[in-house]
């Protein structure tokens, strides 16, 4: 008895409860709800508006979303109350419906209130209900749910009339009207209204009235048009729609219309469009060019204005919703009461789930087959199913390899025998024509990792993490190659010649048809995938993309970049890439041939296998099995093509918002922040949208950012033209180009007109400033001039005092002498020393600079002709060293520099000197800064020479000295600086003379 009910029960719960596993939601959706941004997951119906937001009524507020971000208005925005039912989108405004005497919308995210004041008590409590707002010709109008109050809005102020006083105020009306309905005419007295803003319409009884309230006409049919007016549906009221009055009667499934052109009455029964219709009206919108219903039963139905059904949409029958609203670019929003809000985009409409009524987990694999499919599960199932995914027999796998749970994929590969090999991670199988199920003997060798299938010599070549085996057709016999030097193949793929494996060392190994190790290549990088296209090997790296590998040279070339792609798997023409962004497949040219934009309706969380079958490509995963669409399947979206435009412009604290058909704004210039906001709000793309943009300039180059604005610390007056697109992350979708100008002016100070007299002034004051520049220029030139002609007498009287009479007595008595004591060879040298010297002193005297090595061979010249002419008395020393960058004939210094000191040196220092033998040493230090020359003497020093200076020798050196190095000093031709040093003994007897001279370079 207790196994009869157990089996009762569980017949009972496979056939109710696992038809509905399969048959539950056919779309894919997106859903937001309080854990998503909203702030209630009660939502009675969303609206968009002209901008494409999206507006959502709750009881916490308005939110408005524009298809990334949500913002929510409250009281502290200016709500009069934050329970909210409907909203409803004219123009620039949205109007929020609640149940206070308010008429409230809100316009560029600012709130704007107008208390309306009851006309009437009604009977609801005080509660002041408003119906639909309607626009006609500029002007907005309502009429509350209870009938008291004609609510009117125009050019931005907002009204409201009594009901009954309108009536009462028009003749027309008021006599056609019977009094017990004149006199309680809100609904509960059978009395309903309705208007468009150009008519008015007033039913009761079996009576219906029409005032036109432009020309004050007015129609009264009476007839039996009107059935019993109960309205039985709840929230539907009678409309004007497109010259129609609509209304319902008794039957819930059935709106009626009454042409108001030539008064014919129609119907349109619901059931006939669906035959699951079920429910009643519960909501019926409308515009001037379409309306749609909501039924009880989830169905959505749009009607255009000639009354034809132009779209439908059913929900999950089983979950209780209170609206299903399309936006313009025909995604389904549907809102309930306590799940939030579902959004079913276009897109998802193409991705079409299979249902089954398979008890199980997770499908890892699907397969075409001739009776229709092969489905595998997480738990080692073969489930074989006709071409209507409906169970005809269920095969367990022995699994063997339970240690690798990682792994899950299975692979399938037909005979010619009807039969087919079935490989996996846990081992090898045979399905033969009967579809029964053999086990190959070898399969607890190893872990299986990939599998290679011959169709014409009927064998199977298996990579494992040991190695390769072969196995005949029978399974019976197993043939092991020696590739212990190969482990952990992971991926093995044939071509013309052999096999090509790799494995996740970075391990690319090639081998022939007896798996001889042809070719060996070690990469740095882990290898995750390989397949050969077209004798190509192609590989994919972790984390660095997809190359192909060139077998000659052993390099790769990358052929797509990495975009974390988990996903990788062979097809028949080409591969599969995928990630939790997006799906994409390459064909054998390694072009992009597909590519499907991931979202979390789509993939949850994990993605199992992609298999392309007869009839399409499934995608197996956590969310069950989806048929993607064909390749005509594209992401267009006229409505997000066109939807890019600036929406604010944020100068410091201060923001402007715009509409999307405002290309131009003009601001007066602040030293603040500047920010500028794009949109496009996109419903079809949500939360995927990102913008490129730039801002003209000789570059034009687009720049991609993730946020929706730029900002800038701060903007100088000027034009500054914004080019800016959305795009659509992961899939090839931009909308159209919009150009903003944005005009920042100028202050009064940084006006034309200002920069002009600025520069004016500025000119002017160059001018001047040039003009006293000459002045001063000139004067400097004449001093200049004055310098160099003082210089070049100084120069002369150098020249003049170094070749004085005595010298040039004594010099020729020196050589009269050599001639008289027929010393002819000592006179000829002396004689040809002294013209050298002479030839040497006049040339000097018309250049400005000479090098260093003239100027020590000159002093030689003359050194050694005064050693002559004093008998060698004394010895000269030169010491040069020269720790420059440059040569010595490079270095250049003012000529006859030198030669003064070594003759003071000489003649005032030397001459006098008895007690011992005279020492001139000249040293030369020459680096790359400067030049230092010391000339030092053993001689009487400079007081005793004081004494004989007037006797013998007049001095002139020094003065000549002096000025000629203020002078050069002056002039900027050289700079020069001379220290004279007294030497004395330790009994401060002076012992000679030490001059120590400093030339810059």
Same mark, same amino acid.
């Given at each position: 008895m207790y196994r009869n009910i157990v089996i009762g029960i569980f017949f009972c719960v496979y056939v109710f409860a696992i038809p509905n596993i399969g048959w539950g939601q056919d779309y894919f959706y997106y859903t937001y709800n309080t854990r998503g941004g909203l702030p209630s997951n009660k939502v009675k119906a969303v609206v968009q508006d002209m901008d494409g937001n999206i507006w959502i009524p709750s009881d916490k507020g308005v939110t408005k979303f524009n298809g990334k971000r949500f913002k929510t208005f409250t009281v502290k925005n200016g709500l009069p109350t934050n329970e909210t039912f409907f909203t409803t989108a004219i123009d620039d405004k949205v109007w929020v419906y609640d149940y206070t005497p308010n008429m409230t919308y809100i316009r560029r995210d600012t709130v704007f209130n107008t208390i309306i004041p009851k006309h009437r008590t009604v009977e609801e409590k005080g509660i002041f209900r408003k119906r639909y707002f309607i626009k006609k010709d500029s002007v907005t109008m309502n009429i509350n749910s209870d009938n008291t109050s004609l609510m009117i809005e125009v050019n931005d102020s907002c009204y409201s009339i009594d009901f009954g006083k309108f009536i009462d105020s028009t003749p027309k009306l008021k006599e056609k009207i019977p009094l017990k309905f004149f006199k309680y005419y809100h609904s509960k007295s059978g009395l309903i209204t309705s208007t468009d803003?150009?008519?008015?319409?007033?039913?009761?009884?079996?009576?219906?009235? @029409?005032?036109?309230?432009?020309?004050?006409e007015i129609i009264s049919l009476n007839t039996n048009y009107i059935d019993k007016n109960d309205n039985a549906s709840g929230e539907v009221y009678p409309h004007l729609f497109s010259n129609h009055f @609509?209304?319902?009667?008794?039957?819930?499934? @059935?709106?009626?219309? @009454?042409?108001?052109?030539?008064?014919?009455?129609k119907s349109i029964n619901l059931k006939e469009y669906d035959q699951y219709y079920t429910g009643s009206i519960t909501h019926l919108f409308k515009s001037d060019k379409e309306f749609c219903i909501t039924s009880l039963s989830n169905m959505y139905m749009l009607f255009n204005e000639d009354l034809e059904l132009v779209d439908t949409f059913r929900w999950d029958i089983d979950k209780k919703i209170n609206n299903i609203n399309r936006d313009?670019?025909?995604?389904?929003?549907?809102?309930?009461?306590?799940?939030?809000?579902?959004?079913?985009?276009?897109?998802?409409?193409?991705f079409k789930k299979i249902k089954h009524s398979i008890s199980t987990s997770n499908i890892l694999n699907i397969y075409s087959a001739p009776e229709g499919f092969f489905l595998f599960d997480d738990e080692s199932n073969l489930f074989i199913c006709d071409k209507n995914f409906k169970l005809t027999k269920k095969i367990k796998l022995p699994v063997i390899f339970l240690s690798y749970p990682e792994i899950k994929r299975y692979w399938v590969y037909p005979d010619e025998k009807g039969g087919f090999y079935i490989t996996s991670a846990f081992g090898v199988y045979y399905l033969d024509k009967s579809r029964s199920l053999h086990s190959f003997e070898y399969q607890k060798i190893s872990s299986h990792k990939n599998y290679i299938y011959n169709k014409v010599k009927d064998t199977l070549t298996i990579a494992t993490s040991a190695g390769l085996y072969y196995a005949n057709s029978k399974g019976k016999t197993v043939q092991s190659y020696d590739t212990s030097v190969v482990v952990r193949i992971n991926n093995i793929s044939e071509s013309k010649n052999g096999y090509w494996c790799t494995n996740d060392a970075g391990r690319i190994v090639f081998m022939d048809i007896r798996c001889n190790i042809l070719e060996d290549t070690l990469i740095d990088k882990r290898i995750v995938f390989s397949t050969i296209i077209n004798d190509n090997l192609i590989i994919a790296l972790d984390g660095y993309g997809v190359y192909r590998f060139d077998t000659n040279t052993r390099e790769l070339d990358l052929v797509i970049k990495d975009d974390n792609f988990n996903y990788y798997l062979r097809s028949d023409d080409g591969f599969w890439l995928a990630n939790q962004s997006y799906i994409v497949r390459y064909n054998n040219k390694l072009e992009l041939a597909a590519k499907y934009l991931n979202t979390k309706g789509l993939l949850y969380n994990e993605l199992y296998n992609i298999n392309e079958c007869e009839d399409g490509d499934y995608l197996l995963c956590d969310n069950g099995i989806v048929k993607l669409p064909d390749s005509t399947f594209t992401y267009n979206d006229t409505v997000f093509q066109k939807s890019v435009y600036v929406s604010s412009v944020s100068i410091g604290n201060t923001s402007y918002y715009f509409n999307r058909e405002d290309s131009v704004f003009t601001c007066q210039y602040l030293p603040v922040n500047y920010t500028i906001e794009f949109s496009c709000n996109s419903t079809s793309y949500l939360g995927e949208v990102g913008y490129e943009y730039y801002i003209e300039d000789d570059k034009n180059q687009w720049l991609k950012t993730s946020n929706n604005f730029l900002s800038f610390a701060t903007l100088s007056p000027g034009e500054y033209k914004i080019h800016v697109k959305a795009v659509v992350d992961n899939i090839d979708v931009n909308s159209e180009e919009k150009v903003f100008k944005l005009v920042v002016a100028p202050l009064w100070w940084q006006s034309i007109y200002f920069k002009a007299a600025m520069v004016l002034l500025g000119t002017l004051l160059i001018i001047v400033s040039i003009l006293v520049r000459l002045k001063v220029i000139k004067k400097r030139e004449r001093k200049r001039t004055e310098l160099n002609k003082k210089i070049a007498e100084l120069e002369l009287s150098a020249l003049q005092s170094q070749m004085n009479p005595h010298f040039i007595f004594n010099t020729l008595t020196s050589i009269q002498s050599f001639i008289n004591t027929e010393s002819i060879a000592a006179a000829d040298d002396l004689l040809h020393k002294f013209s050298l010297l002479v030839r040497k002193y006049l040339e000097f005297s018309r250049r400005g600079l000479i090098s260093i090595q003239e100027e020590i061979d000159t002093l030689k010249l003359y050194t050694q002709i005064e050693q002559i002419r004093f008998n060698n008395v004394f010895d000269v020393r030169y010491i040069i060293r020269n720790n420059s960058l440059k040569k010595m004939e490079e270095v250049l210094i003012p000529p006859i520099l030198l030669q003064p000191l070594v003759e003071n040196a000489i003649n005032h220092g030397l001459y006098h000197l008895s007690e011992r033998r005279g020492l001139l040493r000249i040293a030369l230090l020459i680096n790359n800064t400067n030049i230092k020359v010391i000339i030092d003497d053993n001689g009487v020093g400079r007081s005793r020479a004081k004494?004989?200076?007037?006797?013998?020798?007049?001095?002139?050196?020094?003065?000549?000295?002096?000025?000629?190095?203020?002078?050069?000093?002056?002039?900027?031709?050289?700079?020069?600086s001379v220290n004279v040093i007294d030497k004395t003994n330790s009994d401060k007897e002076p012992i000679g003379t030490r001059v120590v001279l400093t030339i810059k370079i």
């Open positions: 803003g150009r008519l008015l319409a007033v039913a009761f009884d079996t009576t219906l009235i @029409i005032y036109n309230l432009r020309t004050k @609509i209304y319902m009667s008794d039957t819930p499934y @059935i709106l009626w219309f @009454i042409d108001l052109n030539d008064f014919t009455k313009n670019s025909g995604n389904y929003w549907i809102a309930s009461n306590n799940e939030g809000i579902q959004v079913v985009t276009k897109h998802f409409l193409k004494s004989y200076r007037k006797k013998i020798f007049k001095s002139v050196g020094n003065n000549l000295i002096q000025d000629r190095v203020a002078i050069l000093n002056e002039s900027g031709r050289a700079e020069v």
